[in-house]
């Protein structure tokens, strides 16, 4: 079986890197037009302000697009496309958590000429993601890593998750400034580092693991598991982001990234999909529902060790496998997550998440797990994170 770490896409790093986007963005498309994909939480702010405005300076024609908040839908692709066509954008800038990434993504593709204008012509890689428009991408979270995958992750018209893939949704930059992520509330922080913690993991464990990949996961593992509790230090008011948290911020992007080199080569596993299936219910956080999974399903891989999930367990420094879960656990304690889920959760059925989990979309995470989770598998797990709802 031939194994592969695809390219990896070049980094600017460091705090200020975010000031050298217009003269980056001038070289890979000198005097095009520009649709700056943010976050709409963003949007408003200096940072998108003084990127839009150094864009300009640079002779570029830049138009601002903010999408709704919340995971990119179909249509909402499809508005973003109608505009960078309008726009006759050479090139897509996309600054914002995961969603805003992915919906940046897609955007270059469907806004390609000669490429399908409808994003679900692309979904469940019906079509790959062969062409694009070149792409800036800077994560304003550390968590998915959409800005090193080939994945993109959007809603159907159905409201149900979804998935394109093709080494054309890999940008031409990305950007890891820990001031792009400065503001951002600490259990937010904590959730997005927990999802790039479970990538790495899973990356690293699941059937597809192979040596290539595991450099990169193992790498994010330490990245989040040593830094994410100074992340999470109130910043000085004199300052956006204290040293010490501003260094810890630059590592838990870096480890994100990792981690998403990582599942592009490798793809997640069982947590992962009882996350989609959680999503698939009810509205939920991605960080926040691939933690929780996490724990619940971390003790029973561990019951059933292989040689990646010892290996994975002593890059963080731990003796094997069965030091793992609680290994998580006290993590998750210090980043002050909460075991609960949305007041949406409130009466689902197990039989309803369960049925989630075996949906075909997310078949590919189920079966990469290193152990087979099956259908009273599958439900014993759905009964116990339903049990967290209130």
């Known amino acids: 079986m031939l194994h592969q770490v695809d390219a990896v896409p070049a980094l600017a790093l460091g705090?200020?890197?975010?000031?050298?986007?217009?003269?980056?963005?001038?070289?890979?498309?000198?005097?095009?037009?520009?649709?700056?994909?943010?976050?709409p939480a963003l949007a408003d702010g200096p940072l998108a302000s003084g990127l839009v405005q150094g864009l300009a300076e640079a002779g570029l024609r830049p138009r601002l697009h903010a999408p709704p908040p919340g995971e990119p839908k179909a249509d909402g692709i499809a508005e973003a496309a109608d505009a960078a066509r309008a726009a006759g954008a050479g090139l897509i800038l996309g600054f914002g958590g995961g969603s805003a990434l992915d919906l940046a993504k897609m955007t270059a593709v469907c806004a390609c000429?000669?490429?399908?204008?409808?994003?679900m012509a692309y979904a469940l890689a019906a079509r790959p993601l062969a062409r694009a428009l070149p792409k800036i991408l800077i994560p304003a979270t550390a968590g998915t890593g959409a800005e090193a995958a080939s994945t993109c992750v959007y809603a159907a018209p159905d409201g149900r998750k979804t998935w394109a893939w093709g080494p054309a949704a890999k940008p031409a930059l990305a950007v890891l400034d820990p001031e792009a992520t400065a503001t951002l509330p600490a259990h937010l922080t904590a959730w997005c580092a927990l999802d790039a913690f479970v990538h790495a993991?899973?990356?690293?464990?699941?059937?597809?693991?192979?040596?290539?990949?595991?450099?990169?996961?193992?790498?994010?593992?330490?990245?989040?598991?040593?830094?994410l509790e100074a992340a999470l230090d109130p910043a000085p008011a004199s300052s956006p982001v204290g040293?010490?948290?501003?260094?810890?911020?630059?590592?838990l992007l870096l480890g994100a990234f990792h981690a998403g080199v990582a599942i592009d080569a490798c793809s997640t596993a069982l947590a992962h999909n009882l996350s989609h299936a959680l999503a698939g219910l009810a509205p939920v956080h991605?960080?926040?529902?691939?933690?929780?999974?996490?724990?619940?399903?971390?003790p029973w891989l561990a019951e059933a060790p292989t040689p990646a999930l010892h290996a994975a367990a002593r890059a963080l420094g731990l003796a094997g496998a069965e030091a793992a879960p609680a290994f998580v656990s006290a993590l998750m304690d210090r980043a002050g997550i909460e075991r609960r889920l949305p007041e949406a959760f409130a009466g689902a059925s197990p039989d309803a998440l369960a049925a989630e989990a075996l949906r075909p979309e997310n078949a590919p995470m189920r079966a990469a797990s290193s152990r087979d989770a099956g259908e009273a598998d599958l439900r014993r797990f759905a009964e116990e994170l339903l049990a967290l709802a209130p």
């Open 201 to 227: 993991f899973e990356a690293a464990t699941n059937r597809n693991a192979h040596a290539g990949a595991q450099t990169h996961a193992h790498a994010a593992l330490r990245l989040v598991a040593e830094n």
């Open 243 to 251: 040293a010490g948290a501003a260094e810890a911020r630059q590592a």
């Open 113 to 119: 000429p000669g490429e399908a204008a409808d994003p």
């Open 15 to 39: 705090e200020g890197a975010i000031r050298a986007v217009p003269a980056e963005a001038a070289r890979l498309a000198p005097g095009a037009a520009v649709l700056a994909v943010v976050d």
């Open 286 to 298: 991605h960080g926040l529902a691939t933690a929780l999974a996490f724990e619940r399903t971390l």
